[in-house]
C-alpha cells in the first residue's frame, strides 16, 4: 500500500539515562511498521536475546474523509506481537490487549535496556479539567487513571483515554460536563434561571447516560462494547468501557481504499447480527446502527466488531408518547422511523433496515438513502443500479434486498438474516467459524462484582441508582 506524501509521526532507538536519540524511522497513516530483529521484515532493526523476530507491529488509524475527524489527529497504535512482551510507559502490552494508543514521548520498552520513543508530527489534543473534575477523579485514580488525551468530542462531552490500573490495559471514558452542560443552557436563556426547554435537554442528557449504563449493564458478549464503570456526581458523568484499537468501520473501509471482499463483509456483518440477534432476544433495540458505532478491534481480515453507542437504545416495552420515536441517523434510518409510523410496528425491523444500509456501505461504499424518505422508489432504482455496476453476487445481492424492504413486516429478523445463504454456503460457513473463534479467543464474559455505577461524594445526593427494570423514559419520544 502507497504511503502518503507526509509522516504522521516517529519511533527512534531512545536512551532514558542521557536522553538521546538513535536511528529513527518514519511513521506513515497508510503502512504497517515492523519493529524486530529480523533485517528483511522490520523497518527498524533492534537486536537482544529476548527480542523476536517481529517485536512490534505499529499502525496509523485515520477518521473523516481527510484522516481526522472531528478534530482529531491520526492515531497511531503499537502492538506487541513478541514471544517476551513489551513495556508501554512501565505496563505490560499483553496481546490479547490489542494495540496501545501512542502519545506523544511515549517510550516502548522491548527488554531491559533496549528502549523505543514515539514522537507525534501533529500533537494529540489535550483536554482541559475542572478543579472539580481532577477532585473527583482522584477518588477512583488507583483504579482508573484518566488521561488528558483526547479520542472524539461531541456536543455533551469529550472521550479520553484512560488506564485501567488493575488490568494494565487502556480504556476509553467518557466524560459528560452536566455543570458546564448547564452554564451553556443559562447563556441561553437570561438570567432567569434554565427554562423548561434548557433544564429538559440537561434531563435528556442524564437521562441517555442511565439509559446506556443501565442496559450496558445487564449485557455481555463479545460483539457489543463492554461496559467498566461508571462514576456519577452531581457535576459530571464518567463512562468507562473498553477501547476498540482498530478505529471504526469507515476507517476501516478508507483502510481497504474502499474495496472489501466478500468474505469480509460478511463476516462484518454476521457479527453485526449476532449482536442484534443476541439485544432483540432481550427485548432491547439498537436504534442507531451505523458504521459509526461499529468499532473494529483488528485491521487484519478477521478482527473482532463491536457494536457501540447505547445512547438511543431502549427496551421494546417502553410506550412512546406519541406513534415511533424518531432517533438515528436519517440515511440509515428505516422509513417507518422517519415517517413517524404508529401502531403495532415492531422496531427490531428498523435495527434490520440499518443492517443493510450498513452492509450496502461496504459493498457500495455509502448508505443508498441519503436523502429524506419522501419517496424511495428513486432510491431502490439507483440501489439496483449500483448492485449491478458492482456486480454483487447472487447471495448477499438477495440478503441486502431481504432487508431494505420499504414494509417492515417483509423484513427478515436476526436469526432469519443468520441462516441466510450468504452465510450457509459450506466454505463461507467455515471460514467464519475458524475467524470468529481466533477473533474472540481473548474476550472474556463481563462479571460485576461491585456497583456497576459509583456515586462520587458530593454536596448535594446525585439521583439514586435504578435498576434495568425501572428506565427513564425514552428522551427521544
Known sequence: MESDDSPVGSIAKWDPATRTTGETVDIYSQDELFIGRNSESCHLQVQG??????????????????????GVPPMVYAED??????????HKMDKGNGGFLLSHGDVLTLMPGVHLRFR??????????T????????????????????????SFGRVHMALD????????????????????MLKNTGADGLSQAAASKVEVVINCFNREVLLLSTLSHPNIIRLERAFRSESTIYLMSELATAGDLFSFIKYKDGRIEDMVAAFIVYQLLLALDYLHKQDIVHRDIKPDN??????????????????????????????????????????????????????????????GCVAAVLFLGASPFKDTYHDLTDAFADLEIDIEDNEIGRRPREFLLNLLSEEWHERM???????????????????????????IQHWKPQVWREPVVVDLPKSSTPPARQSAASLPPDPKD
Open 413 to 439: 429478523d436476526a436469526k432469519a438474516a443468520l441462516h441466510h445463504e450468504w452465510f450457509s454456503k459450506s466454505s463461507t460457513k467455515a471460514w467464519i467459524a475458524e475467524h470468529y473463534q481466533n477473533a
Open 49 to 70: 536475546l529476548h527480542i523476536s523476530g517481529k517485536h512490534l507491529r505499529i499502525y496509523t488509524i485515520l477518521y473523516g474523509e481527510d484522516g481526522v475527524g472531528g
Open 81 to 90: 506481537i513478541s514471544l517476551n512482551g513489551t513495556l508501554w510507559n512501565g
Open 120 to 129: 507525534c508530527v501533529e500533537k494529540p489534543k489535550i483536554g482541559q479539567f
Open 294 to 355: 461499529i468499532l473494529i478491534t483488528s485491521r487484519q481480515d478477521g478482527g473482532r466488531i463491536i457494536l457501540t453507542d447505547f445512547g438511543c437504545a431502549k427496551l421494546r416495552n417502553q410506550p412512546a408518547r406519541q406513534g415511533v420515536s424518531v432517533v438515528g441517523t436519517p440515511e440509515f434510518c428505516a422509513p417507518e422511523i422517519r415517517r413517524r409510523v404508529s401502531g403495532d410496528v415492531d422496531t427490531r425491523a428498523a435495527d434490520m433496515w440499518s443492517v
Open 131 to 154: 478543579s472539580v473534575q481532577r477532585s473527583e477523579m482522584r477518588i477512583f485514580k488507583d483504579t482508573y487513571a484518566v488521561s488528558p488525551r483526547v479520542l472524539g468530542q461531541g
Open 165 to 184: 490500573q488493575g488490568k494494565g490495559r487502556q480504556i476509553a471514558c467518557k466524560i459528560m460536563d452536566l455543570a458546564a452542560l448547564k452554564t451553556r
